[in-house]
């Protein structure tokens, strides 16, 4: 599996108002697509309230939906932690997939259910120097994702980015986990 590495914040003001202080900082929209992603787990594996072990059995259905083209892909993502909860190791496999209604009912016939839905609004925004992945995630949450990259050569330099931009992350926390978010969510109102 290839490591990839990344910060991901939640961001702490309106989508209108990201994209305002983004638009004033020269961003534009690179590209546009949503993403939806069925997470899939094991029926016997589904207990218990360490999220991130749960979100590490999962396999996702994934669409990427852009006005040009649909893809779907079978994914299983990876993920090691420090002991605080920030993300040690990550990485992703892609199995690319013509059909992801059959894809759910086969592994539905092994034993997998429905875990949780994310449905998430994608802007890749760029300027003359920062790229980031702006995502508007079941209409409740916005994140920023930046990717270490040939452009980035540490996580701190990403961190810089967030700070240059005077972009308000909540809590102070560059390790967000969308799908662990989503799934505490999901048990907290099953629980009401």
């Known amino acids: 599996m290839h490591i990839e590495n990344e910060l991901t914040v939640e961001v702490d003001t309106s989508y209108q108002n990201l994209l305002r202080i983004l638009k004033k900082n020269n961003f534009k929209v690179k590209e546009e697509f949503d993403l939806k992603d069925l997470y899939l787990i094991h029926k016997k594996d589904k207990r218990g309230k360490n999220y991130l072990s749960l979100l590490n059995k999962c396999i996702l259905i994934r669409s990427i939906i852009s006005k040009d083209n649909d893809e779907h892909y079978l994914t299983y993502k990876y993920k090691e932690y420090f002991k605080n909860g920030d993300i040690k190791k990550q990485s992703k496999i892609n199995c690319k997939i013509d059909n992801p209604k059959d894809m759910q009912l086969i592994f539905e016939q092994l034993g997998f259910e429905a875990l949780i839905k994310i449905d998430d609004h994608m802007l890749i925004m760029e300027n003359d120097t920062d790229e980031m992945g702006v995502q508007f995630v079941n209409d409740n949450h916005l994140y920023i994702e930046i990717e270490l990259s040939d452009h980035y050569a540490s996580l701190e330099e990403i961190k810089e980015v967030f700070t240059k931009y005077n972009i308000p992350i909540?809590?102070?926390?560059?390790?967000?986990?969308?799908?662990?978010?989503?799934l505490k969510e999901k048990y907290e109102n099953e629980a009401t």
Request: hydrophobic share 30%; glycine share 0%; proline share 0%.
């Open 170 to 182: 909540k809590d102070n926390n560059y390790y967000a986990k969308k799908a662990e978010i989503a």
